[in-house]
């Protein structure tokens, strides 16, 4: 018995609408039975990870924060691979973003006033966006393959980051730990509604990025453009679209999108920077762009899920006593189900048995 | 002298994992599929390295269960890609993802316990020869088996019809299919080897190069080893030289950090990723030499009309 694929007339509407459902489910079938291996009663866990984390309103604002830097990055992903560009360096966007943005507030901690937040998120964009113009940079004047290069900087600017808090950044009063200066109450994000949680403009910020790409990518003839390159080039390149002006374009939108996310996530949720100022929110951000269907909407209600894992993990570490990793894991398989269930809107698949020859004419038919 | 035998054998060491890894990953660009998952692949191998090994106490059975690993685990992405010709790219990404997860959660156990070790290889008389015998006859066995990969695989690709077939498979899936090969079964094959490959690469490092389990303790070799297919031209011999490249590129760093070189130690332990990029521009600048080696068909999803 093999499997075969049909390919369809046209693009299943069906299933696009359905996949990330599907895809959902059979992660959570996996899960079911990856807990069950682990020795655990599947309903609790599903319970632990996927209801307690969200029962009491102060936890809301919790996956708010998780989901912010998820959005953010996820959405300027989706630019990139809608154009068959390929950043997987967003996490190293991230950490340069929140290195420049935090210059101020570390290096002149002084300097006070209502323009400071405004200009630290700036330069969080423009280092963000400048980090993220080396590998688009070197694939359009050097033709060098934008994945690795992109990933190779994420390990660069993480160690970058761990000799700036340990080195010249490091809080001289923080007793020799590596961290920086708490940044001043000026260089902090406000929080929404401090009355019933910490949840900050971040998660604002990420709706109306999610809005605005919405706009750019399905009503603007930047986002056609990029629509037209990314399907087939050789199309673009006839319809006179400068194929190196967009890889620019998308490396530095999701570059600065990243880098918003990097000094949002400092200057919001932890207040300084410390040599780990990321769980994988980058690479995460991938399997949220993907989830959400490289729409930017999708990206808003995806993002919400896979934050929502991170909460998951933290709470089956303390209630379960089980690896915060699991919820890599269930990241991980989220993404393979829902890249398998994307094959059903492009193709039918039926299983054949093992004797070809004999029914080949039928079938032959049966797809005319 | 002492001393450049035993940087020379650090060498090696450091180089090994990156060279079988890179190896895997030219079969599987050869037939054209492009798996972005070493990294995960190989840090699967790595947990089941030493997982294996410390439970049996044996470090022969990690080292098989290494490769065992590996191989299943690209089973998992042979099973996208060419069953349901998912985007490779993407695809070969989640299986990194998803590999770092998993071997993370299997592993928690592992963390601090000291594991098992492969012995050097020990020929009496030949191994205790000045200079020579230790680099030659003295050292781990999967260094010998990356050797014995090298010179196989180039064998098998260049002087081979099977390995003519593989290649033109790489070059053009649609004639080969029109001609009757069996293009999904062979691609199968390859992406499994290059899986075992991948997962005997995280089992040199888990069970020869750190006998211990760290966290993500690949850092970034597999994606090193998919540069160094690149840095080759997909050709094995270049792949050899490469490897050994970036395992003195690896090696000098950490003794400049021993000897106390006034530079920073996170500028140097960058140096390795660093030097990826700055091969990778001086091997792509050249557009259509580039063109010209890269298998045709890379990336590319196949699906068979009857």
């Known amino acids: 018995m093999r499997l075969e694929l049909v390919k369809r007339p046209q693009r299943s509407m069906l299933f696009s609408a359905l996949s990330p459902f599907i895809a959902f489910g059979l992660t959570i079938v996996a899960g079911a039975i990856l807990f069950a291996l682990l020795g655990i009663n599947p309903l609790t866990a599903f319970y632990t990870y996927f209801i307690s984390p969200i029962t009491e309103v102060w936890q809301l604002h919790e996956l708010a924060i998780k989901a912010a830097p998820l959005i953010l990055i996820a959405v300027g992903l989706s630019v990139c691979f809608r154009s068959n560009i390929w950043n997987i360096g967003a996490e190293g966007q991230f950490v340069f973003g929140a290195i420049v943005g935090s210059v101020i507030p570390v290096l002149y901690p002084d300097m006070q006033g209502p323009f400071v937040l405004p200009l630290m998120l700036l330069m969080g964009m423009v280092g963000g966006a400048a980090y993220a113009a080396i590998p688009a940079f070197l694939k359009t004047r050097f033709n060098t393959n934008e994945i690795l290069t992109s990933l190779m900087l994420v390990y660069v600017a993480q160690l970058f980051l761990d000799w700036l808090v340990r080195g010249p950044w490091r809080d001289p009063k923080g007793f020799n730990f590596p961290q920086t200066v708490q940044f001043n109450p000026s260089a902090v994000l406000p929080e929404l509604m401090p009355m019933s949680g910490r949840a900050n403009l971040g998660f604002v910020f990420a709706l109306v990025a999610a809005v605005l790409v919405w706009i750019l990518m399905s009503r603007m003839l930047k986002g056609f453009e990029i629509r037209v390159l990314g399907s087939s080039p050789r199309a673009g390149r006839f319809a006179g679209f400068s194929f190196n002006r967009m890889v620019f374009f998308a490396f530095m939108l999701s570059g600065a999108l990243a880098g918003l996310a990097g000094i949002s996530e400092v200057s919001g949720a932890i207040g300084q920077l410390q040599p780990s100022i990321s769980p994988g929110y980058g690479f995460t951000a991938i399997i949220v762009a993907f989830l959400g269907r490289l729409n930017p909407l999708g990206i808003v209600a995806a993002g919400l899920v896979l934050g929502l894992t991170y909460l998951g993990g933290e709470a089956a570490q303390s209630v379960l006593g089980i690896s915060d990793k699991v919820a890599r894991v269930f990241q991980g398989m989220l993404l393979f189900f829902v890249l398998g269930c994307d094959t059903l809107i492009h193709y039918r698949i039926r299983l054949v048995g093992l004797a070809p020859k004999l029914d080949a004419s039928p079938k032959l038919e049966e797809a005319h | ?306």
């Open chain 2, 1 to 306: 002298m002492d001393m450049t035998v035993s940087i020379l054998l650090t060498i090696a060491t450091a180089a090994t994992p990156l060279l079988i890894a890179a190896i895997g990953e030219l079969v599987v660009e050869r037939s054209g599929v492009l798996n972005l998952g070493v990294e995960g692949m190989m840090v699967m191998g790595a947990v089941a390295g030493f997982g294996a090994g410390f439970l049996t106490g044996s470090p022969w059975i990690g080292l098989i269960a290494a490769i065992v690993v590996g191989a299943l685990f690209s089973l998992l992405f042979a099973v996208m890609t060419l069953s349901l010709a998912t985007n490779q790219v993407a695809t070969g990404l989640s299986l990194t993802l998803l590999g770092l997860g998993l071997s993370g959660m299997l592993g928690t156990g592992f963390v601090g316990l000291p594991g098992e070790r492969l012995p050097n290889l020990y020929i009496p008389l030949l191994t205790d020869l000045p200079v020579v015998g230790r680099l030659l006859f003295g050292q781990d066995p999967i260094f010998y088996i990356s050797i014995a990969l090298v010179f196989g695989v180039s064998w098998f690709l260049f002087k081979t019809r099977t390995g003519l077939t593989l290649r033109s498979i790489g070059d053009s899936h649609t004639s080969a299919h029109a001609l009757g090969i069996q293009v999904i079964k062979y691609r199968y094959l390859a992406v499994m080897f290059g899986g075992a490959c991948a997962g005997l690469a995280g089992g040199h490092l888990s069970l020869v190069y750190t006998p211990q389990w760290v966290e993500n303790m690949t850092a970034g070799r597999g994606w090193i080893a998919l540069a160094l297919v690149v840095f080759s031209s997909w050709r094995p011999l270049r792949v050899l030289a490469g490897a050994y490249i970036f395992g003195a590129v690896w090696i000098g760093q950490l003794h400049a950090q021993a000897f106390g070189i006034p530079v920073p130690s996170q500028f140097l332990s960058s140096l390795p990723y660093l030097a990826t990029i700055v091969v990778l521009v001086i091997i792509s600048r050249n557009k259509r030499l580039t063109m010209m080696n890269t298998p045709a068909s890379l990336g590319q999803a196949f699906v068979p009309d009857r």
